[in-house]
């Protein structure tokens, strides 16, 4: 019996290394995961209108959402194959490849001034120099930290010259409002509700200092699943032009996911974001590039890392978008 057993477990081996590797085909897609964020209001639309459900109904590929609650959430979901696709900064999606997160940046879906450092209205910080020794509500990992980053850099300072309070978006807000820091590294919608509803002041701009809104997949489910990323980013793509030509549905999306009042979402809506890009192209590389060596040079990204050879390793372009 086991000398029969061994013949036929050789002969299965050898039959599996013959086997023509287009016989052995991978397991039937039966899930889509990809978030959605209020940072993200083309996914919010993508979602509301059931778009990826309709398109994938036909395959009987099941769509999941899960919100991310800023770019370093969607980028551990990424990195723990728990979603597909995530929405980030352009800039904190590089720093996750450098550090080792296998992720491809494929698409913009908005450019925005998302974030500024932000103040309350009593407050007698009035630049960034003033934030020395100073408490500063951040969330590490997104596009509000690198911008509070390179905005003490070119005032001469680093995070060791403040406090850094590491707190989620919101609840940076809340402790910028009721009074436990000095300052916050703001995210919309959050940012724009202190301004309209309890007077915040952003102290500090610098709009192109914002990178871009990018779509992300993990690495290992655009090499299996190509056509699918295709089809999601086609799809994607038609929320982003409706989006742009129906601002009052894009709108009352926004609000009823958020129960926002209309002055706070028109003021992202309207004054901070722009959702006429959709490809990845020089303008989003080189912004991308400029925030991955300020952090170089401000210590946060390893000397030795070669910031462009990974930007060109986390983004495809080659991926087709519809041109009408």
Do not use: C
Not at 40 to 50: A, I, R, Y
Not at 118 to 139: E, P, Q, Y
């Amino acid at each position: 019996m086991v000398e029969f057993s061994r013949r036929y477990l050789v002969a299965g081996i050898a039959g599996a290394m013959l086997w023509p590797a287009a016989a052995v085909a991978a397991e039937p897609l039966k899930d889509i995961r990809i978030d959605w964020a209020t940072y993200n209001p083309v996914s919010m639309v993508l979602k509301q209108k059931g778009l990826l459900e309709k398109e994938f109904a036909r395959d009987g590929i099941n769509v999941v959402w899960v919100q991310s609650a800023g770019s370093n959430k969607a980028l551990e979901f990424l990195n723990a194959g728990s979603i597909d696709f995530g929405s980030t900064a352009g800039s904190a999606a590089l720093v996750a490849k450098i550090n080792g997160n296998p992720i491809k940046s494929i698409y913009v879906y908005s450019r925005p001034e998302w974030t500024a450092l932000v103040t309350t209205k009593d407050s007698r910080i009035a630049s960034v120099a003033d934030l020395k020794g100073k408490r500063v509500a951040v969330t590490r990992g997104t596009d509000p930290h690198i911008f509070l980053v390179r905005a003490l850099l070119g005032a001469g300072l680093s995070e060791k010259d403040i406090t850094p309070v590491l707190l989620q978006h919101a609840d940076g807000k809340t402790a910028l409002i009721r009074g436990d820091v000095d300052a916050w590294a703001g995210l919309d919608p959050m940012m724009a509700q202190a301004e309209v509803e309890d007077g915040a002041k952003l102290f500090y701009r610098k709009a192109d200092a914002n990178t871009w809104g990018i779509l992300n997949v993990r690495e290992q489910f655009l090499k299996d699943h190509p056509d699918i990323v295709r089809r999601v980013l086609a799809v994607y793509e038609d929320a982003r032009k409706y989006s742009l030509a129906n601002y009052d549905e894009l709108k009352r999306t926004f609000i009823g996911v958020t129960k926002l009042p209309d002055a706070v979402v028109d003021k992202q809506l309207k004054e901070r974001t722009e959702l006429t890009h959709s490809r990845i192209g020089a303008p989003q590389r080189e912004s991308i590039l400029a925030a991955g060596l300020a952090l170089q040079q401000a210590g946060v990204v390893d000397a030795k890392v070669d910031v462009k050879a990974t930007l060109d390793a986390l983004i495809d372009d080659q991926i087709p978008l519809p041109t009408n």
